[in-house]
C-alpha cells in the first residue's frame, strides 16, 4: 500500500521538502530541501542568496516562482538533478529523518499534493510523483550503502 505525505500533520511529513531537516551543499546551509530548489533556479546571483535566507519553505517557494527574475536556462534539464542531491544531502545528514525513509520499506511513496502534478499526485492521483520517485531512488542509494549524486 501506497505511503502518502504531505501536511505537517501526517506521518511521513519528515520525508517532504519542507521539513525543517537542514544540510550543507555546495558550500552553504540550507534550512530545507525547498530552499535548495528554489534557490538553484537563480544559481551564483544575490537572489539565490536571499531565497536561501528566506525565513521558512513556503517563502521559498514563493520567492522561486518570481520570474522578475529569470531562471537559469537550462533549469528544466537540471531540476530533478537539483532536486535529487538535495534530498540526499537532507538524509544523509539527519539519521532520525533516514530512520523514517529507510522504515517505509519498499512501499511506494507518493507526495500527495493536491495542487502538483508534476512532483505529487495531484488531486486526482494522476501527477507524476517525481518527488516520490526521487526519494525512492534515495531510500534504494542509501540502503545500499552509496551516496552517489548525480551531476547537473
Given at each position: 500500500m501506497?505511503?502518502?505525505?504531505?501536511?505537517?500533520?501526517?506521518?511521513?511529513?519528515?520525508?517532504?521538502?519542507?521539513s525543517a531537516h537542514?544540510f550543507?551543499?555546495d558550500?552553504?546551509f540550507?534550512?530545507?530541501?525547498?530552499?535548495y530548489?528554489?534557490?538553484?533556479?537563480?544559481?551564483g546571483?544575490?537572489?539565490a542568496?536571499?531565497?536561501?535566507?528566506a525565513?521558512?519553505?513556503?517563502?521559498?517557494r514563493?520567492?522561486?516562482?518570481?520570474?522578475?527574475?529569470?531562471?537559469?536556462?537550462d533549469?528544466?534539464?537540471?531540476?530533478?538533478?537539483v532536486?535529487y542531491?538535495?534530498t540526499?544531502?537532507?538524509?544523509e545528514s539527519?539519521?532520525?529523518?533516514?530512520?523514517?525513509?529507510?522504515s517505509?520499506?519498499e512501499?511506494?511513496?507518493?507526495?500527495?499534493?493536491?495542487?502538483?502534478?508534476?512532483?505529487?499526485s495531484g488531486?486526482?492521483?494522476?501527477g507524476?510523483?517525481?518527488?516520490?520517485?526521487?526519494?525512492m531512488q534515495?531510500?534504494?542509494?542509501?540502503?545500499?550503502?552509496?551516496?552517489?549524486t548525480p551531476?547537473?
Amino acid at each position: 500500500m501506497p505511503i502518502r505525505f504531505y501536511l505537517s500533520k501526517d506521518p511521513y511529513y519528515e520525508l517532504t521538502n519542507h521539513s525543517a531537516h537542514g544540510f550543507t551543499l555546495d558550500g552553504h546551509f540550507w534550512p530545507t530541501v525547498e530552499h535548495y530548489y528554489q534557490a538553484q533556479k537563480f544559481a551564483g546571483s544575490a537572489y539565490a542568496d536571499a531565497i536561501r535566507d528566506a525565513p521558512n519553505p513556503m517563502i521559498a517557494r514563493r520567492m522561486g516562482r518570481d520570474r522578475e527574475h529569470p531562471i537559469r536556462p537550462d533549469w528544466d534539464a537540471v531540476k530533478e538533478a537539483v532536486m535529487y542531491r538535495a534530498t540526499l544531502a537532507k538524509f544523509e545528514s539527519h539519521p532520525d529523518a533516514l530512520a523514517s525513509l529507510l522504515s517505509t520499506g519498499e512501499e511506494e511513496l507518493v507526495e500527495a499534493s493536491p495542487r502538483d502534478f508534476y512532483w505529487g499526485s495531484g488531486a486526482d492521483g494522476s501527477g507524476l510523483n517525481r518527488y516520490g520517485q526521487i526519494l525512492m531512488q534515495v531510500r534504494a542509494l542509501l540502503r545500499s550503502g552509496r551516496g552517489e549524486t548525480p551531476k547537473e
